[in-house]
């Protein structure tokens, strides 16, 4: 279904009246305390499990660094969306973007850009090696099961290259089946937007698990540059993609587990560069199998394969192929000791570029790590190291370890330092003109200190860091008669990154509210001309608060989001000056009946005219609302 700009806004209104319908008939039912008893009124667990900060499922209350999950119920706000609108709502995360959805982009985490944060796809690192970095905005939300941030540079010590500013891992649907079901969505937006798409979850009863489901999405899309921008064209820059995710697993046995799982994503994305209808198609995502033994309770051995993809294919007025491919082997075991765990594991990865840019396409890495853990009385304890050796520049050892002390059942404390590393992109090395095959790696030094204090209505953390960078690697000009243009790159920056995060999530009855700060001084510790000045994309303030109202049958939720000012560059000059805005949000689930629901999200409510980087447009205004039909 498409419809015209006219019909569009009509339906918007009539979204609107809906909400406010949906919140007057919510009201009424909160009347009747005999209708919804206790055990039906929505259970929140700040206590979670997650898995990526130590390879082993760990309750957030014993993981010493930062981290963050949003789980299912989370995501349901997003319908429509993409990875990166999701992770930029985060505490600690900055971001930019070229235009509308599939544009150029990139996020920031405690000042890292994100070629230094690691992505994983179910365990397998999705990333583009050219480049460097994840392109977050070419994954659906329709097909991810849940998301785990860690924060900080211990990731380097468990993952190996390119974590030195932190993990976010996407874990595609179906990862966690409890009954048989299947489902179709159909929704619409701003900008000639739709989707649609279906799911199916199988649960056998002896043991098999499986997920298939897939979308297609397409809009109009906005005019991507400003007027005077280089690039400018008048006319909407539309997005489309198709999207699937499957996921398998088969139980053995008690000590057997085995499975596969994928997610695909094809896409098309037209842009600005001056040349009339320049365009890119992209094609990522990831797949992997495993083996799971677990010989004895609290100890077991997985064997993993995995593959991914990132790859475009650009048609405009610098047309170019980029086409990256990952192979991973890994061998990640656990054992339970009388007193704590130890992690231990063997990785092997092959990362290979198909360009028409390069003439190395290829490179190997070996590691090897050991970790221990410890979750006993009062005390939580991490430590891990890990080698890595690399094809092109050598090896590098990275290691981690922190500590916290339960001061009483609500209130911790606790510290941590990590070694980090980021390898030298394909771009860095070897790019025409500009490569450097003498690169050494960026390293990094990583302090952090929290206290957090968990109750029944609240989990609360306050949590500073102190971070320093050497052998930032940048661009240097060197200019010649016969080349003005002429430059490399080399290892010549330092950064200083200092800055708090504090997070407050509550939940009162059927009330949910809370939100998150972060003050950062993200600064160029070179000594030369950028001495002192602030990094690129690194607000000094961000913020963001919310409430909620959560029943059987109905979540709503609003949010105001605020970025301070920021430089788009690192010479700190008025014309790289990015002005503060604050955005207004409100989305919501609404069950109506035992298999129909609406989920429908309106996005910068007061239509706010801001810019994420000079010369590129964002939306104003905008709404997306779908209807999922489930059989149970």
Same mark, same amino acid.
Not at 333 to 348: D, N
Not at 420 to 430: I, K, S, V
Not at 524 to 552: M, T
């Given at each position: 279904m498409v419809l015209s700009r006219s019909s569009s806004t009509t339906y918007l209104r009539l979204c609107i009246l809906s909400a406010f319908g949906a919140f007057a008939m919510s009201a009424n039912a909160a009347t009747d305390v005999n209708v919804i008893s206790d055990s039906e009124l929505p259970q929140v667990e700040l206590d979670k499990i997650v898995v990526t900060a130590t390879r082993t499922p760990t309750k957030t209350s014993n993981v010493i660094a930062q981290t963050r999950v949003i789980d299912q119920e989370d995501l349901k706000r997003f319908q429509g969306q993409n990875a990166l609108d999701i992770i930029k709502r985060q505490p600690g995360i900055s971001h930019y973007t070229n235009g509308g959805p599939g544009t150029t982009s990139n996020f920031y985490m405690r000042g890292y850009d994100n070629k230094q944060i690691l992505v994983l796809i179910d365990g397998v690192r999705y990333s583009s090696i050219s480049a460097g970095g994840a392109t977050l905005s070419l994954l659906p939300a329709d097909q991810i099961d849940r998301i785990e941030i860690l924060y900080g540079a211990s990731g380097s010590s468990i993952y190996g290259s390119d974590a030195i500013g932190g993990v976010i891992q996407v874990f595609? #649907?179906?990862?966690?089946?409890?009954?048989?079901?299947?489902?179709?969505?159909?929704?619409?937006?701003?900008?000639?937007?739709?989707?649609?798409?279906?799911?199916?979850?199988?649960?056998?009863?002896?043991?098999?698990?499986?997920?298939?489901?897939?979308?297609?999405?397409?809009?109009?899309?906005?005019?991507?540059? !400003?007027?005077?921008?280089?690039?400018?064209?008048?006319?909407?820059?539309?997005? #489309?993609?198709?999207?699937?995710?499957?996921?398998?697993?088969?139980?053995?046995?008690?000590?057997? !587990?085995?499975?596969?799982?994928?997610?695909?994503? #094809?896409?098309?994305?037209?842009?600005?560069?001056?040349?009339?209808?320049?365009?890119?198609?992209?094609?990522?995502?990831?797949?992997?199998?495993?083996?799971?033994?677990?010989?004895? /309770?609290?100890?077991?051995?997985?064997?993993?394969?995995?593959?991914?993809?990132?790859?475009?294919?650009?048609?405009?007025?610098?047309?170019?192929?980029?086409?990256?491919?990952?192979?991973?082997?890994?061998?990640?075991?656990?054992?339970?000791?009388?007193?704590?765990?130890?992690?231990?594991?063997?990785?092997?990865?092959?990362?290979?570029?198909?360009s028409t840019a390069y003439t190395v396409d290829d490179r190997d890495v070996k590691s090897a790590f050991l970790g221990y853990l410890l979750a006993k009385n009062q005390f939580d304890a991490q430590a891990n190291v890990r080698f890595d050796d690399n094809s092109q520049y050598g090896g590098e050892t990275t290691y981690n370890l922190g500590g916290a002390y339960h001061i009483n059942p609500n209130l911790r404390a606790g510290a941590n330092y990590a070694?980090?590393?980021?390898?030298?992109?394909?771009?860095?090395?070897?790019?025409?003109?500009?490569?450097?095959?003498?690169? #050494?790696?960026?390293?990094?030094?990583?302090?952090?200190?929290?206290?957090?204090?968990?109750?029944?209505?609240?989990?609360?953390?306050?949590?500073?860091?102190?971070?320093?960078?050497?052998?930032?690697?940048?661009?240097?000009?060197?200019?010649?008669?016969?080349?003005?243009?002429?430059?490399?790159?080399?290892?010549?920056?330092?950064?200083?990154?200092?800055?708090?995060?504090?997070?407050?999530?509550?939940?009162?009855?059927?009330?949910?509210?809370?939100?998150?700060?972060?003050?950062?001084?993200?600064?160029?510790?070179?000594?030369?001309?950028?001495?002192?000045?602030?990094?690129?994309?690194? /607000?000094?303030?961000?913020?963001?608060?919310?409430?909620?109202?959560?029943?059987?049958?109905?979540?709503?939720?609003?949010?105001?989001?605020?970025?301070?000012?920021?430089?788009?560059?690192v010479a700190n000059t008025d014309s790289q000056l990015v002005d503060s805005y604050g955005l207004l949000n409100i989305s919501g689930n609404y069950k109506l009946t035992d298999n129909l629901s609406m989920t429908a999200r309106l996005n910068n409510i007061a239509n706010k005219k801001y810019i994420t980087l000079p010369g590129y447009n964002t939306d104003g205004i905008n709404f997306f609302t779908s209807l999922t039909y489930n059989w149970f």
């Open positions: 595609t #649907k179906g990862s966690n089946i409890e009954k048989s079901q299947v489902s179709i969505t159909a929704g619409v937006g701003s900008h000639n937007e739709y989707l649609y798409g279906a799911s199916a979850q199988l649960n056998s009863g002896n043991g098999t698990t499986m997920s298939l489901s897939a979308s297609h999405n397409e809009t109009d899309g906005i005019n991507a540059t !400003l007027p005077n921008a280089y690039g400018y064209n008048s006319d909407d820059d539309g997005f #489309k993609s198709d999207n699937v995710s499957l996921a398998l697993t088969q139980r053995i046995n008690e000590q057997w !587990l085995t499975g596969a799982s994928a997610l695909y994503s #094809k896409s098309t994305t037209d842009y600005d560069d001056g040349a009339a209808n320049a365009y890119s198609k992209q094609e990522n995502g990831s797949a992997q199998a495993f083996v799971d033994w677990r010989y004895m /309770p609290g100890s077991s051995v997985k064997l993993q394969y995995g593959h991914s993809i990132d790859k475009s294919d650009n048609y405009g007025s610098f047309p170019g192929v980029f086409d990256t491919k990952q192979n991973q082997v890994s061998l990640v075991g656990q054992h339970k000791f009388q007193v704590g765990q130890g992690i231990y594991g063997l990785e092997y990865l092959n990362q290979g570029l198909d070694k980090g590393f980021r390898a030298p992109t394909f771009n860095d090395l070897y790019y025409p003109g500009s490569g450097n095959t003498n690169l #050494k790696p960026e390293t990094s030094d990583n302090y952090e200190a929290f206290v957090e204090y968990d109750t029944v209505l609240q989990s609360t953390r306050l949590t500073g860091y102190h971070n320093k960078v050497d052998d930032l690697i940048g661009y240097v000009a060197k200019p010649t008669p016969g080349n003005p243009w002429g430059g490399s790159s080399e290892n010549v920056d330092r950064a200083k990154i200092e800055g708090i995060t504090l997070t407050s999530d509550w939940v009162v009855d059927s009330y949910l509210f809370g939100g998150s700060y972060d003050y950062q001084q993200a600064k160029n510790a070179s000594g030369g001309a950028s001495d002192g000045n602030f990094l690129a994309i690194r /607000p000094e303030h961000k913020g963001l608060v919310y409430a909620g109202y959560r029943l059987p049958s109905l979540d709503v939720r609003a949010e105001y989001q605020y970025v301070g000012d920021y430089y788009s560059g």
